[in-house]
């Protein structure tokens, strides 16, 4: 028997798909939709195999429901614009539009030999204009209901790459891609209201049952609400106030000092006329503006001339500093600090010699003789921050309240005063979405002198990128373009200049999900195709996109809704986050890092075997999908991405565990195509009686299908494949040695060939037409399960002595109680236990357990 040529029936598979338009699907009120997508990538040039991982995931799901019955959207397309695009372009002298078109060419095959279930009639490139035409009108409706807006901002500048980066591109005080320390800097930006949507964004997070736990928490978290008060200090020099926000006003009375921003107009202010300050300001805007930066940054202040009035202590002063650690853009700039309840502010107080005061204490110890010791040490000589839940102490009118009476009493003191008032507080910022770059969509805003910013008119868009192109000086190349900026005012005709930059690109990403509902609409969408395909059932691609792009496409959805494109609210009903790809890393004895073919024909010796890591091109731990797919085949590559570890977590590459998948591959054609001759033809009905083996095969075969059945709906992939492995074990060890038994084996050959078809689906169209169909497995429906089938005839039961397990035994289903109790006194280890008394009382529990009682 030859081998198995996986290479001409992976091309003659794919073909036929294509041919027959065979996962090509228009709306059909009918039937049940179900709508899978995985995270779309970036054409950077070749797929990885992180990319194969994510892509068999999403395949899977998509067979696995269409063969349920329903009526499934599984589209791909390119996350195409971004800086990436432009750097390359740059160091290969080409165009990014050329750069980027050849990539999607070359991605788009690999993919294709994969075998994956896209409807390619949806594909979308999100740099093409017949694409962010519609994100333009988009923004000019989100800027007329005034969720766009543009203001000065003190922004995430990265050198290198000379642009502004979101908060949530800013990792360790870095760029996300260059890796440069980003600084401050302020320009004028336009900025998208996220804000706005604050407390349905987190309200949205309780409907989404289906998404991991830590997703939703790591957006609760980054949005960030809490309670607090707004408060203003007077000035002592002065009829001003300084206004602060803080979630603990419980704690104002152990107030020592006050910081400001560095950018605070107060720290501003002063700087003109105090050049140490101007320095040290300096200083602190090369930190950058993201948390993450300043956190882990040493904490400095610099202390002002300037002081505040406490708001409930008569006659007390609190100091100004100007403090590297407060954010400008976080509540008003300004926080007064109580460095006995906050770390931060502790550590800036024992470095500055401020005051200590200690105003919340242990339930425990309040009102004992170890309160004052307590106090004193925290005061003077503790290194933590007493930051728990506690008793008020040291705080007049609030002293012995818990935190929470104790924080609305102070409120309430507050408002009665007239000196602030409670409020809520989000960690969350309104999203800034300009970027000054050329490989964008353009802002489509035009700048009158005399009119200020005018929207460019609809029946004007799409505001295309201009292809005579400098690129490679420094600056936005849009903004140095001698033509393209210059334009006549839309409202006074006027001359005027176009807005030069361009969109952040989780702009694109944050909506490509609804144009996949009706990708060659000439509008961005048809409200109908939207609502019947939307929301996204199964999401599925990296963790590492929790808080960038799912936050950014949850607030878009809301955005469009309000302004009447869509009518849900939450783009993802269903999210899987898949781990990654790890492999062994190499390095030689200099330390260089190594392929793992390097390392192959250096050999033993000669290489050192790093731990497995994250596969990355820095470490050279790399396998290439191409070489994988044309050495062993599409469906061994998948086979493996599905069978070593559960889609959630981290998976080792193993040449081993390729090969095995491999084998079985080709033993499961081996296996089909050595009982051809036996089996009897496509339609044979089924016989009256079967042989107890053949009854035990049946049996294994209707619980495997319903095993995998219940496996694939829970993304439980690993296990799936162990339950088809096993059922393969018993149908090469099943002689089928009547007709009968021969009828069964097809069965289970045909359930084989169905359930492997998710996973394995040009094998599966292999299998299915070698037993004679002349249908697609991929069009025929999952296989029903006969429920008798499922029901076991015996039992294992447990036996005990005393209530002591003490062994099994094996029992017809529902068999006399007097068999069970004379079975279990037959075992020897019961016979043992019971040391030659005999029974007081044996119970039997009908099909689960018999405890003898001596």
Request: with cysteine.
């Amino acid at each position: 028997m030859s081998r198995y040529n996986f290479k001409e029936a992976e091309a003659k598979w794919q073909k036929v798909w294509q041919d027959n338009a065979t996962f090509e699907v228009t709306e059909d009120s009918d039937r049940a939709k179900y709508y899978v997508l995985e995270m779309f990538p970036y054409p950077s040039g070749r797929i990885h195999m992180g990319h194969v991982r994510n892509y068999t995931l999403g395949d899977v799901v998509a067979r696995f429901k269409r063969a349920q019955g329903f009526n499934v959207l599984h589209p791909m397309g390119w996350d195409a614009f971004g800086l990436p695009a432009e750097n390359a372009a740059i160091q290969n002298n080409t165009h990014p539009a050329t750069w980027t078109m050849q990539n999607i060419a070359t991605m788009k095959a690999q993919l294709k030999t994969m075998g994956l279930s896209y409807d390619w009639t949806r594909e979308v490139a999100t740099c093409t204009p017949q694409y962010y035409k519609h994100e333009q009108k988009m923004f000019l409706d989100f800027l007329q209901a005034g969720l766009a807006y543009k203001k000065e901002s003190w922004v995430n500048w990265d050198p290198v790459e000379h642009t502004v980066l979101a908060n949530e591109q800013v990792i360790d005080g870095k760029g996300w891609r260059s890796g440069a320390a980003v600084e401050k800097k302020q320009l004028s930006q336009w900025f998208l209201k996220i804000t706005q949507y604050g407390d349905d964004l987190l309200e949205g997070l309780k409907t989404l049952e289906r998404w991991p736990e830590k997703v939703r928490i790591m957006q609760e978290n980054w949005i960030g609400r809490s309670e607090g008060a707004r408060v203003f200090f007077e000035h002592t020099d002065r009829d001003a106030s300084l206004e602060i926000y803080t979630t603990r006003p419980d704690t104002l009375y152990g107030a020592s000092f006050m910081a400001v921003a560095a950018n605070h107009p107060l720290a501003l202010e002063q700087a003109k006329t105090d050049p140490e300050l101007a320095a040290f300001i300096q200083d602190c805007n090369a930190l950058g503006t993201s948390e993450a930066a300043i956190e882990s940054a040493e904490k400095k202040g610099y202390k002002t001339q300037l002081s505040v009035k406490h708001p409930f202590i008569e006659g007390h002063t609190l100091p100004i500093y100007v403090a590297n650690f407060v954010l400008m853009e976080y509540g008003t700039g300004a926080i007064f600090a109580c460095p006995a309840h906050d770390q931060r502010d502790l550590d800036f107080a024992r470095k500055y010699n401020l005051p200590v005061i200690p105003v919340v204490a242990p339930k425990d110890i309040v009102g004992t003789d170890e309160e004052a010791a307590w106090l004193e040490h925290l005061a003077n000589t503790a290194a933590e921050a007493f930051a728990e839940d506690g008793i008020a102490v040291n705080s007049d009118f609030l002293n012995g309240l818990a935190m929470a009476d104790a924080k609305s009493a102070a409120i309430a003191k507050i408002e009665q005063m007239g000196r602030g008032k409670g409020t809520v507080q989000y960690r969350l910022r309104d999203w800034g979405v300009s970027r000054q770059r050329y490989w964008g969509c353009p802002i489509p805003i035009i700048h009158c002198t005399d009119c200020g910013p005018v929207p460019v008119p609809e029946d004007q868009l799409p505001v295309e990128l201009p292809q005579d192109i400098t690129l490679g000086q420094a600056g936005n190349p849009l903004d140095a373009h001698p033509t393209w900026k210059h334009v006549p005012c839309p409202s006074c005709g006027k001359a005027a200049v176009r807005e030069t930059d361009t969109f952040d690109t989780f702009f694109e990403s944050s909506w490509y999900f609804a144009r996949f509902t009706d990708a060659k609409s000439k509008q961005a969408f048809s409200k109908s195709a939207a609502e019947y395909w939307l929301p996204v059932d199964q999401y599925i691609g990296g963790i590492e996109h929790a808080v960038l792009h799912l936050l950014y496409s949850r607030f878009f959805t809301r955005a469009l809704n309000d302004c009447g494109y869509l009518d849900v609210k939450e783009p993802f009903a269903g999210l899987m986050t898949q781990g990654m790809i790890c492999h062994e890393t190499y390095q030689d004895s200099g330390g260089k890092w190594l392929t793992p073919q390097e390392a192959e024909r250096l050999g033993e010796g000669q290489v050192k075997v790093g731990r497995s890591e994250k596969m990355s091109k820095s470490k050279k731990n790399v396998v290439d999908p191409e070489l994988i797919i044309g050495t062993y085949g599409a469906d061994t590559a998948r086979l493996f991405m599905l069978s070593d570890s559960p889609p959630d977590r981290d998976l080792d590459w193993t040449d081993a565990g390729v090969e095995g998948a491999w084998r079985y591959v080709s033993r499961v054609w081996r296996m089909v195509h050595g009982a051809l001759d036996s089996l009897p033809t496509v339609g044979t009905a089924q016989p009256g009686s079967f042989s107890p083996e053949a009854i035990a095969l049946r049996a294994q075969t209707h619980k495997t299908v319903d095993g995998v059945t219940h496996d694939l709906g829970h993304f439980h992939f690993n296990k799936a494949v162990a339950r088809i492995r096993e059922l393969s074990n018993s149908l090469e060890a099943f002689n089928a040695g009547d007709d009968a038994s021969a009828w069964v084996r097809r069965e289970a050959f045909e359930f084989l060939a169905k359930i492997i078809n998710p996973m394995m689906p040009h094998l599966a169209e292999e299998v299915w037409q070698a037993l004679g169909h002349k249908t697609l497995i991929a069009d025929e429906s999952w296989p029903s399960v006969d429920p008798s089938l499922l029901v076991d005839d015996t039992l294992t039961i447990a036996v005990q002595v005393n209530g002591k397990m003490r062994g099994t035994i094996e029992l017809a289903k529902d068999c006399p109680q007097d068999e069970a109790q004379a079975a279990a006194l037959a075992l020897d280890t019961v016979i043992a236990a019971m040391a030659g008394k005999p029974p007081r009382k044996v119970i039997v529990v009908p099909n689960r357990i018999v405890n003898v009682v001596v």
